[in-house]
């Protein structure tokens, strides 16, 4: 599966940003999904997840309340609503993907198997 994120852009502290990670190959349906970002200079951070149905979602504590993770497996599509937004969270984000039918989450880079291009977010205070 291939995977597209896009919706990245230049927002001011408070503001929002809906991110979006589109799957082509085959249907997303099936697959759990992680959202992770990279800020310069850091290593590659988790910031949430969802599983192959939606019903299970996980949240690092730095977002969790802020940032929700919801999917649409119709449209073949994963999203990351930020909300909030502070300079901190300015990265590149990144989504992964990896075919797992339980109801399950995880949050390190090794637990998945596709991963997007990544798009950049950038917060200005």
């Known amino acids: 599966v291939q995977l597209q994120a896009s919706g990245g852009g230049l927002v001011q502290a408070g503001g929002s940003l809906r991110l979006s990670c589109a799957a082509s190959g085959r249907t997303f349906s099936g697959y759990r999904v992680g959202w992770f970002r990279q800020a310069p200079g850091k290593e590659r951070a988790f910031v949430g997840a969802i599983s192959w149905s939606g019903g299970s979602t996980y949240y690092a504590d730095s977002v969790r309340g802020l940032f929700t993770i919801s999917r649409d497996n119709a449209k073949n599509t994963v999203y990351l609503e930020m909300n909030s937004l502070k300079s901190e969270d300015t990265a590149v984000y990144y989504c992964?993907?990896?075919?797992?039918?339980?109801?399950?989450?995880?949050?390190?880079?090794?637990?998945?198997?596709?991963w997007g291009q990544g798009t950049q977010v950038t917060v200005s205070s």
């Open positions: 992964a993907a990896k075919f797992d039918v339980r109801a399950m989450v995880f949050g390190t880079s090794k637990d998945y198997d596709y």
